[in-house]
């Protein structure tokens, strides 16, 4: 067998669907689309949730509850293993670690989480620690201070 014997399998292509080609196709005339009316027309689609002027079901439904979600604290995390960047005896304080790139905006403030392992000796500053920060923070010989 050589490149130009190669056939595709049969039933593996299909020819494009030509809308508004005689009778025979089954799809001339008016081409599968009905006779007349918006969706007969070119680019005339509804949108999904239009109820025919009726008042849509968004609209109907009560609205409850409250939500608090625009007032959440969010804070700024940053691992204890990141923290291994700083020499020994360093403060590191939420300002060091703006200045340096490590947090770009600290949003409600920063917390520490224990991702890693910390083997320098440092005197951590942030707003918040998890568990598994303030565990390693200890272990390593260094301290946490809650701002």
Not at 47 to 68: A, C, D, T, W
């Amino acid at each position: 067998m050589k490149l130009h014997e190669l056939e595709k399998n049969i039933g593996a292509t299909h020819s494009k669907k030509r809308v508004g080609r005689g009778s025979g196709s089954g799809l001339g005339k008016t081409s599968g689309k009905g006779h007349k009316g918006q969706k007969a027309r070119s680019g005339g689609s509804i949108n999904p949730v239009f109820e025919g002027g009726q008042l849509p079901l968004y609209r109907r439904i009560p609205k409850r509850g409250f939500s608090n979600a625009m007032f959440k604290t969010e804070y700024a995390i940053i691992n204890v293993e990141d923290l291994n960047n700083f020499e020994d005896g360093t403060v590191v304080s939420p300002a060091l670690l703006r200045e340096t790139g490590m947090v770009k905006n600290q949003l409600s403030g920063i917390k520490v989480l224990g991702e890693g392992k910390l083997e320098k000796k440092l005197t951590i500053q942030a707003h918040k620690f998890s568990k598994s920060a303030l565990e390693k923070i200890k272990e390593s010989g260094s301290t946490a201070e809650v701002i």
